[in-house]
């Protein structure tokens, strides 16, 4: 099992910056991907960004590229989402997710509420 422990949401103004981290615990070895979900109101769970535990490469959502870094301290078995630029539709609730073992199995963080005013 891995289990996933949020946090950094909050409530920011257009054009600045928030850091959300994701620590890891359990089964860490297993971890074959992390990433960021987000969830806005009345929309569909999205992926943001991910990255392989193994060679560390990284994909982004076309809606956050050039704005949002995911990054990983594998000594903190921790995932950073460094969010610039923000824009009001970045408001959502962010999930951070580990698939996990032979069949990617998905364990899910609590959620953060990130929200952006204009």
């Known amino acids: 099992q891995v289990q996933l422990v949020e946090s950094g949401g909050g409530l920011v103004q257009a054009g600045g910056s928030l850091r959300l981290s994701c620590a890891a615990s359990g089964s860490i070895s297993s971890i074959n991907t992390m990433g960021w979900y987000r969830q806005a109101p009345g929309k569909q769970r999205e992926l943001v960004a991910a990255?392989?535990?193994?060679?560390?490469?990284?994909n982004y959502a076309d809606s956050v590229k050039g704005r949002f870094t995911i990054s990983r301290d594998n000594a903190k078995n921790t995932v950073y989402l460094q969010m610039n630029s923000l824009k009001p539709e970045d408001t959502a609730v962010f999930y951070c997710?580990?698939?996990?073992?032979?069949?990617?199995?998905?364990?899910w963080g609590q959620g953060t509420q990130v929200t952006v005013s204009s």
């Open positions: 997710n580990a698939k996990w073992g032979t069949w990617s199995r998905n364990s």
């Open positions: 990255v392989i535990t193994n060679g560390g490469s990284t």
